[in-house]
């Protein structure tokens, strides 16, 4: 309960901006997208999108926003809403790009792109390349988890609990466990060394 306070304010302070956003205050809304849309991002990702398409995802979601501004009746359940339709528009965006796969190779062929940096750009993308191989092996509540704790500086456990359906007070023991596992992962690697 210690951590209510901060948590509590920064809830309270989310239906603030949607109270002011809706009454036309540009910076409130600019203030909204900052905060929430690295958690949004890392929410479309999380359904196997690439970063175009994640991109695209998050801006439909805010676009679905700002339709509804008006309408929204419980502005303190924001981060849940904006989740949910993140999750719906980023399955509706995968389900089209698999049924768009003519052969199974397309889709391999999709993700390649060409190298952008020279040689450290090939130990970083491998490292990355292990790093999130290793993370598609978790279990999908702590990809979720992870994701979504990993996309915000000091994640509010209040919205991450409503954004996952899972209790306050097993957010932190669950991150850790799912940590633990992530790195027991990486130090078993055969290929290349994670240290």
Not at 176 to 190: K, N, P, S, V, Y
């Amino acid at each position: 309960m210690k951590n209510d306070g901060p948590q509590l304010s920064r809830h309270q302070r989310m239906a603030e901006l949607v109270e002011s956003a809706r009454a036309g205050d540009r910076a409130a809304l600019d203030e909204l997208i900052v905060t929430l849309t690295p958690m949004l991002w890392h929410v479309a990702r999380a359904q196997g999108l690439d970063r175009e398409l994640s991109a695209d995802v998050v801006q439909t979601t805010w676009l679905r926003f700002l339709r509804s501004l008006a309408g929204i009746h419980n502005p303190a359940a924001l981060t849940a809403w904006l989740v949910t339709v993140t999750r719906r528009e980023a399955w509706k965006e995968r389900r089209r790009q698999l049924s768009e796969l003519s052969e199974p190779g397309d889709f391999f062929e999709q993700r390649l792109t060409p190298a952008e940096r020279a040689d450290t750009a090939v130990f970083d993308d491998d490292r990355r390349d292990r790093l999130w191989a290793a993370v598609g092996r978790l279990s999908p509540r702590c990809r979720q988890l992870l994701r979504i704790v990993a996309s915000a500086d000091r994640p509010c456990y209040r919205e991450v609990s409503q954004a996952l359906g899972m209790p306050q007070g097993s957010i932190g023991p669950v991150r850790g466990r799912c940590l633990a596992h992530l790195r027991q992962l990486l130090e078993t690697e055969t290929e290349g060394e994670w240290r």
